[in-house]
């Protein structure tokens, strides 16, 4: 069985810290003992730009049958033939997840003793799992993966090439590609759902698998929209398993529950208390010219990209000048905490009629954003590495092509009046990079250019004659001449 794990880096988050979030040193290759073979660690590549960390598990088919659940029962052996020969060596399985805990246990609990910082932090993560056994085929893959924020590539593996008529085995070449994802929580989905896809495991599954299940489904299993499947087939469909295990995660979405309205209170309480005595808060002062860009430019159909915990989308439904308001992010549990926020489950047929949210990347086209006339960027540009600005580019500009594109980031000018921030160190330990006013206006005429807008620029909050406003604004309008060339081609289309 073989799996790697590849990151990029920048000479600030060199990409060989994977070796260290891994506690895998990258110019080693390491053999462990695991209960049914041999599991090697190498990496292939490794230098600040790009480094990959290869594990290669070895399956011992004989202690396999000797210790694992290949005695039929009574003492009766199974087909003895199929004991030996099977698909256990090659393709990635239950197997292959225990040896990922075992080996890089550190890395799942997300522990980092030399760098106690990076194990919060994400990193672009791509996975390559040649073999995979898929019962219920590439869709139950994508269905698996992409609402916990992968970009997925699925490739069926044919029964034999040389006879398509044949059809497609039960595996498939699996890719997954993220920018939003810690390793940790990447490894957590891998050790979960790899056993799911094979629907069957090499040991006998007793009550603790349980608590396996809960302790690396945190904060994602919870609020998975195949939560049911994934926990069935994780404990063997052992009825009175699931059932304990639903349970208790039924119980964790309730808490969570009450934890949200809990602090969306606390609060209110505090702004309402603070109202008299501190300044209006950044983020309330970047909704506010947001939301009058919007009405500036007679948008009523509104997509809010990125929209994180729903916090503008909330704001958006207030005014029913905006018909229709649509949140767009890649963390699931972000739209979880969301829908929660809007009360979704209990608003009025209406009101439910003008907000949608779902989970999509923006570093892939969509044909989902097409047709609003609006887009909202929010603090969104500046968690991208920069080599990905481009695809984002594409996808909103080129693609979706809304008639008005508002996109803020933070003034890396301002940082210096911000008493709280460090010198040189970032508002937030995502951010891949802050501008400064000339850095972003070059961007954003560029963008304007390429894709057929004008831009103007807005500060938002106090805007210091030194440095600038701590939050800038650029406004995109699609220009006059290719919004009538766009009109016109619709109209032949049609």
């Not at 011992?60 to 003895?80: E, H, S, T």
């Not at 309480?269 to 300044?279: D, F, G, L, Q, R």
């Not at 972000?334 to 009025?348: E, H, P, S, Y």
Request: aromatic share 6%.
């Amino acid at each position: 069985m073989f799996l790697t794990i590849t990151t990029t880096g920048t000479p600030e988050r060199p990409a060989t810290d994977l070796g260290y979030l891994l506690h895998k040193h990258p110019g080693k290759a390491q053999a462990f003992s695991v209960s049914y073979g041999k599991a090697h660690v190498l990496y292939p590549e490794a230098d600040a730009q790009r480094c990959t960390a290869a594990l290669l598990l070895e399956v011992d088919a004989v202690a396999l049958v000797r210790r694992g659940k290949g005695k039929g029962r009574g003492g009766a052996p199974d087909a003895a033939l199929a004991q030996y020969v099977n698909d256990r060596p090659y393709a990635a399985s239950s197997l292959l997840a225990v040896a990922l805990s075992a080996v890089f246990s550190s890395a799942i609990r997300g522990v980092c003793a030399a760098k106690p910082e990076l194990p919060e932090q994400t990193r672009p993560l791509r996975v390559e799992v040649p073999a995979l056994p898929a019962r219920g085929g590439p869709e139950l893959v994508r269905r698996l993966f992409e609402p916990l924020g992968w970009a997925v590539t699925v490739a069926p593996v044919p029964l034999d090439p040389r006879f398509p008529a044949w059809g497609d085995s039960r595996y498939v070449g699996l890719v997954l590609e993220s920018e939003s994802l810690t390793l940790a929580e990447a490894l957590r989905h891998l050790y979960v759902l790899l056993p799911v896809l094979d629907d069957a495991k090499h040991y006998w599954v007793s009550s603790d698998e349980v608590d396996k299940l809960l302790r690396a489904g945190e904060g994602w299993l919870p609020g998975h929209p195949e939560q049911k499947l994934i926990t069935s087939r994780y404990l063997s469909r052992r009825w009175s398993l699931t059932r304990q295990a639903m349970e208790r995660l039924e119980l964790v979405r309730l808490a969570e529950a009450d934890d949200s309205e809990v602090e969306d209170i606390d609060n209110a309480v505090e702004a309402e208390a603070e109202t008299e005595e501190k300044p209006t808060p950044l983020a309330v002062q970047r909704r506010d010219a947001i939301i009058a860009a919007l009405k500036a430019s007679g948008a009523a159909r509104v997509l809010d990209l990125g929209c994180g915990q729903g916090s503008l989308v909330q704001a958006l439904l207030k005014d029913p000048r905006f018909t229709e308001i649509v949140g767009v992010d890649v963390s699931v549990r972000a739209l979880t905490i969301a829908a929660r926020r809007l009360k979704l489950d209990r608003m009025g047929e209406r009101q439910a009629s003008r907000v949608q949210l779902f989970q999509g990347s923006l570093a892939y086209t969509d044909t989902r954003l097409k047709g609003y006339d609006a887009a909202v960027l929010s603090e969104v540009i500046e968690h991208l590495d920069l080599p990905r600005l481009p695809a984002l580019e594409y996808a909103v500009f080129g693609s979706a092509r809304p008639r008005t594109v508002l996109v803020t980031t933070p003034n890396v000018e301002y940082n210096v009046r911000w008493e709280s921030l460090p010198a040189g160190h970032a508002r937030h330990g995502d951010h891949r990079f802050e501008w400064t006013r000339e850095e972003f206006r070059s961007w954003a005429a560029a963008v304007a250019e390429r894709h057929g807008y004008e831009v103007a620029f807005v500060p938002v909050g106090p805007d210091d004659p030194e440095v600038g406003p701590p939050t800038q604004m650029a406004v995109f309008t699609l220009g006059t001449a290719t919004t009538k060339t766009t009109n016109e081609k619709e109209a032949q289309a049609a």
